[in-house]
């Protein structure tokens, strides 16, 4: 396959990553879209839903881990050799347990937008993507920035919101006095 082809279907993928990062944008939520494609065939996409499923697990990857593994029990086919060739497209780079989830996976690859300044385990926080860490799963290779300022953009636009679900200040407080 000639390289002009494969840019242009990493291009159509990570359009449905933004697409998919907008309605999470929509509806309240971290704007992180991503699609998991296996064999040109797209097997996961998830967005966050944190917020509607109260959840603070449910990041996009992990949300189209599990329709990945849907897939698979449903198709009779081995998950783990499904992962190991599955490309990860997302808007964001994974934080750092998304990170440790794919290593767990083995999924060889992931083509992302923006840096995750906060919670990146691509290099931002920390490497899980790249360190000898023996025992949890094996390394990934990352290609990163992927219209980068857009995603960057709509993250911005998110945590200007007001978010309805974090605790006040004061009753933050109140908990830690009470500990
Ligand atoms: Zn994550």
Same mark, same amino acid.
């Given at each position: 396959m000639?390289?002009?082809?494969?840019?242009? =279907?990493?291009?159509?993928?990570?359009?449905?990553? *933004?697409r998919m990062a907008k309605e999470a944008l929509g509806n309240g939520e971290v704007p992180?879209?991503? $699609?998991?494609?296996?064999?040109n065939t797209v097997l996961g996409q998830g967005r966050n839903e944190v917020n509607e499923t109260k959840n603070a697990t449910r990041h996009a990857e992990m949300v189209?881990?599990?329709q990945v593994l849907a897939w698979?029990?449903?198709?009779? =086919?081995n998950p783990v050799e499904v992962f190991e060739q599955t490309v990860l497209y997302v808007t964001v780079e994974p934080c750092i347990m998304c990170a440790g989830a794919l290593r767990l996976l083995k999924?060889? $690859?992931v083509v992302y937008g923006c840096q995750n300044e906060r919670f990146g385990g691509c290099g931002s926080v920390l490497n899980i993507a790249a360190d000898d860490l023996l025992?949890?799963?094996?390394? *990934?290779?990352c290609i990163a920035g992927y219209r980068a300022e857009e995603a960057v953009e709509m993250l911005k636009t998110f945590y200007k919101q007001e978010n309805p679900n974090a605790p006040k200040s004061k009753a933050r407080k109140k908990d830690s006095?009470?500990?």
């Open positions: 000639g390289g002009g082809e494969e840019a242009a =279907k990493r291009q159509r993928w990570m359009e449905e990553a *933004f992180v879209g991503c $699609l998991m494609v296996y064999n189209a881990v599990d698979c029990r449903q198709n009779c =086919k999924i060889p $690859l025992g949890t799963g094996t390394s *990934f290779e006095d009470e500990s």
